[in-house]
């Protein structure tokens, strides 16, 4: 069993950064595969970026180029830094912990507005 806490969200203005953070309990977080997804309002959810366990990463191609997804597995966090956000990047984003089982964070909302 993995439990996920986001942090970072926030408001912030067009053009601007936030990071987020994902702090994972439990054991053996270095074998999840790790991944940021987002959900707007009347939006399916969508994938954002993914690193696998061996540190693979891969992106939608809507942020590749402005985001960055990172994993600290002594620290048993994943990140999203999120550079040059625009408006259409407002959306509760969620954290994703797969190996076998499926677990998610609560999501923490990002608002990019002027």
């Known amino acids: 069993q993995v439990q996920l806490v986001e942090s970072g969200g926030g408001l912030v203005q067009p053009g601007g950064s936030l990071r987020l953070s994902c702090a994972a309990s439990g054991d053996f977080f270095s074998i999840y595969n790790m991944a940021w997804y987002r959900q707007a309002p009347g939006k399916q959810r969508e994938l954002v970026a993914a690193?696998?366990?061996?540190?693979?990463?891969n992106y939608s191609d809507s942020v590749k180029g402005r985001f960055t997804i990172s994993r600290d597995n002594a620290k048993n966090t994943v990140y999203l830094q999120m550079n040059s956000l625009k408006s259409d990047d407002t959306a509760v984003y969620y954290c994703n912990a797969k190996y076998l089982s499926s677990f998610w964070g609560q999501g923490t909302q990002v608002t990019v507005s002027s």
């Open positions: 690193v696998t366990n061996s540190g693979t990463t």
